[in-house]
């Protein structure tokens, strides 16, 4: 795991009841593999559904009820699935992520897709011998993505709370969004509220890391009081935050209140430096995120979400 910061930590000290959020899952169907053997697809389908059952933020479609949407597409149509029309039935059923795969000779390869929009959201190509990392990478994929999208969709517009969240360079100059930050820069967050109040703030990583920015060990209380900046890290921690590889997006998002409330689960995170969340619990803490937002009424909460790409 890269965490983009070089440092020794101590735990973070948040809770939540751990079952909360925990049974919440993606409904997902395994369409039929494009090969010259149809043996051949049903094995890979097959192994590919045993590696998938395991991970618990994923709910398969039962092979019958796949078969049943097969038919129903094909029945106006002759030859291979059409694949805008599964998506757009899978859709009307309630299928949020379809799998389409191939077979050619000893090489498979495997998508995802998001029924809502149609975009991939992982992919992988493997030998016919190592379905069970084509699982693996397939997952990861789908998971990182959902989490971004349960925080993408977090937004809270208060009429008395102001939050200001920005990025600055180590010589204090404002970052330009779209400009995006470089690999090796080396940064500041800094943000500011009208009121006093509890601030958390958490980074989705290009990788799907998901990282507690703050509270962090040099902060641990994350109260903050009205109209003053902080600065992550603060000008006496004696650390540099530094922009590392992969390249893509970053998306960061802050949570404001002006009481205490308990976002995370510290039994779902780990590592030493700025907590990351444990890899497949990254939809469910994320959900979880979303969960105790509709507790709040909304003028007891605001959001500032910065999305910046990261490039070399």
């Not at 959902?146 to 204090?172: C, H, Y």
């Not at 994320?286 to 910065?306: C, D, H, M, P, Y």
Request: proline residues 2%; aromatic residues 8%.
């Amino acid at each position: 795991m890269k965490t983009r910061v070089i440092l020794l930590c101590v735990s973070l000290l948040v809770t939540i009841a751990h079952n909360t959020y925990s049974q919440e899952s993606i409904t997902t169907g395994i369409m039929p593999f494009a090969a010259t053997n149809k043996n051949q697809s049903e094995m890979a389908i097959s192994q590919l559904t045993k590696v998938l059952q395991q991970y618990r933020f994923l709910q398969l479609v039962e092979r019958s009820q796949m078969k049943s949407l097969v038919d129903e597409i094909q029945l106006s149509m002759t030859g291979l699935v059409n694949e805008q029309s599964a998506l757009q039935q899978g859709k009307f059923l309630g299928i949020k992520i379809l799998i389409f795969g191939a077979i050619d000779k000893n090489t498979v390869s495997a998508r995802a897709v998001y029924t809502e929009t149609g975009r991939v959201i992982a992919s992988s190509v493997s030998s016919v011998q190592e379905i069970e990392r084509m699982g693996i990478d397939l997952a990861s994929g789908i998971e990182s993505f959902m989490a971004r999208e349960n925080l993408k969709r977090m937004r809270n517009d208060s009429p008395n709370i102001e939050v200001q969240f920005w990025i600055e360079t180590k010589d204090g100059k404002k970052v330009n969004i779209n400009e995006g930050l470089k690999i090796g820069q080396s940064v500041k967050f800094k943000f500011k509220a009208n009121k006093s109040g509890y601030v958390t703030i958490v980074d989705v990583q290009p990788s799907g890391e998901v990282v507690v920015l703050f509270p962090n060990q040099f902060n641990q209380n994350n109260n903050v009081s009205a109209n003053t900046v902080y600065s992550i890290p603060a000008d006496e921690d004696g650390f540099e935050l530094t922009i590392t590889e992969p390249m893509g997006q970053d998306t960061l998002i802050l949570f404001f209140t002006e009481k205490k409330v308990d976002w995370l689960d510290v039994t779902k995170l780990h590592g030493e430096g700025f907590k990351t969340v444990n890899s497949e619990e990254r939809f469910a803490v994320t959900r979880g995120f979303a969960v105790t937002a509709t507790q709040l009424k909304n003028t007891q909460w605001e959001s500032v979400v910065i999305n910046v790409n990261v490039t070399k």
